[in-house]
Nanobody
Framework: QVQLVESGGGLVQPGGSLRLSCAAS????????MGWYRQAPGKQRELVAA???????NYANSVKGRFTISRDNAKNTVYLQMNSLKPEDTAVYYC???????????????WGRGTQVTVSS
């Protein structure tokens, strides 16, 4: 059974930094893209950043220059370094990954349970 487990959320003041981690575990053959989404109260879930297995990245315009996504393929882990945080970054952050359970299988999308990030003074 595959699980994605996020960590690193919390309360931070505006201008501060946090680093989120998400580790995939279970019977995994390989992982394609991994990413971070967020959902603020009353809003739809939105893509924050994504990274392919080869290291190509893309970011939401609202976080470009402040957030950095990275991954450790050997550890099946993706990270999100968040700097210069703003109150509007407050949301539940979810990890997402396309995972292949065996050679030749179709990719399956998995989600973590989310971690709360609150930016407030």
């Amino acid at each position: 059974q595959v699980q994605l487990v996020e960590s690193g959320g919390g309360l931070v003041q505006p201008g501060g930094s946090l680093r989120l981690s998400c580790a995939a575990s279970g019977s995994i053959f390989s992982i394609n893209a991994m990413g971070w989404y967020r959902q603020a109260p009353g809003k739809q879930r939105e893509l924050v950043a994504a990274i392919t297995s080869g290291g190509s990245t893309n970011y939401a315009n609202s976080v470009k220059g402040r957030f950095t996504i990275s991954r450790d393929n050997a550890k099946n882990t993706v990270y999100l370094q968040m700097n210069s945080l703003k109150p509007e970054d407050t949301a539940v952050y979810y990890c997402n990954a396309e995972i292949f359970l065996w050679l030749g299988a179709d990719g399956v999308e998995y989600w973590g349970r989310g971690t709360q990030v609150t930016v407030s003074s």
